[in-house]
């Protein structure tokens, strides 16, 4: 059995238990938290202290990191990976190169394994658009997503001083999605496909214009696009904005011979973003530990695993099976 442990327990987490859940060869060993064990309600994993993480060197297989990108995952990672194989979900696109770097470092001179900014994008999205520009040189690649709850950028609304709980949604260009599955060549601004929209629970006497400059104006998250912020009370954030449905399309219009039109498409539907972003987790969790005990030190990405490694089944059986 694979033992994992999990470092943090917000709704990535707890998805990423319920995940375990499913299974065969693999045990999850406990959670590890900021907050006092016994606050925090697991569905049945033992909680620990951060700190007693440090004695279990040699008894875990792999840790999944499950906090956010924005401040939690770089510091956490390198920190842990000192120790422990590790996977995580860092997913701000610009830094993923500078977040690569920091762990590769420290995976290789501990002679652990890492893989960074695993989930649906980065991640199965990252593969679908390698392997649609590989196949189709001469075309566009055009990423959409949503709509849905960003965990990542509703987590960095969070961190703001001020905000007591804030959700993001993406919001999807459909007219412009209808044009490049028609076969049109389309030159887009970032802007042009996506819009954000953020429902935001400020605490008493906060400056909402002051909160919304600093929403509208974040490098990474919000300063790209059209976005649009609400001010509202938590109870109506309670009671409206807590599922966390989420989705996405990939799509690639390419030519081959003599102009033919081909059109390459990867969809998402997804009722519990964290939820399927904790099985990715789950599934490259198996892949790291199987690198891990071949001697591969160092950081990986998605791009860098064979697809038999996330499986349970033997080659034996994927080759009956699946080819």
């Not at 909680?47 to 906090?67: N, S």
């Not at 924005?70 to 194989?85: I, Y």
């Not at 590989?134 to 690649?141: A, H, R, W």
């Not at 959700?167 to 802007?191: D, F, H």
């Given at each position: ?61 792999v ?83 949503g ?15 001020g905000?007591?709980?804030a ?6 260009n459909s ?63 309670n009671?409206?904005?807590k ?28 009722e ?13 969790a ?29 080659d ?8």
């Amino acid at each position: 059995m694979i033992k994992v442990a999990i470092i943090g327990y917000g709704n990535l987490g707890r998805g990423v238990e319920r995940s375990l859940k499913q299974q065969k060869d693999m045990e999850l060993v406990g959670v590890y938290t900021r907050r006092a064990p016994e606050s925090v309600q697991t569905e049945g994993a033992q909680a620990f202290t951060m700190d007693q993480l440090e004695d279990k060197k040699g008894e875990i297989d792999v840790c999944i990191l499950c906090g956010g990108s924005a401040t939690d995952l770089p510091t956490q990672t390198p920190e842990w990976t000192h120790l422990f194989n590790t996977i995580d979900s860092f997913d701000t696109h610009a830094k993923i190169p500078e977040h690569f770097a920091k762990v590769d470092h420290v995976a290789k001179e501990n002679q652990t394994t890492s893989i960074i900014s695993t989930g649906w994008d980065p991640g199965l999205f990252s593969l679908n658009r390698l392997y649609a520009q590989s196949i189709l040189p001469v075309g566009q690649t055009n990423t959409f997503w949503g709509k849905g709850v960003s965990q990542g950028h509703s987590d960095a609304l969070r961190r703001i001083e001020g905000v007591v709980d804030a959700v993001q949604y993406t919001i999807p260009n459909s007219e412009v999605i209808e044009k490049l599955k028609a076969g049109e060549e389309l030159a887009l601004a970032i802007r042009d496909k996506h819009f954000r929209e953020c429902f935001v629970v400020l605490g008493e006497g906060v400056d909402e214009e002051a909160i919304r400059n600093e929403i509208i104006t974040m490098p990474n998250y919000f300063a790209d696009y059209d976005t649009e912020v609400h001010f509202i009370s938590q109870n109506e954030l309670n009671e409206n904005h807590k599922a966390m449905p989420h989705g996405g399309t990939v799509i690639h219009t390419g030519t081959t011979h003599e102009k033919t039109k081909q059109v390459i498409e990867y969809k998402l539907q997804l009722e519990s973003n964290p939820e399927f972003t904790a099985s990715v987790l789950v599934a490259y969790a198996r892949a790291c530990v199987r690198l891990a005990k071949e001697k591969h030190f160092g950081a990986y990405t998605v791009l860098d695993i064979a697809p038999k490694y996330l499986s349970d089944r033997t080659d034996e059986e994927l080759r009956k099976e699946l080819l």
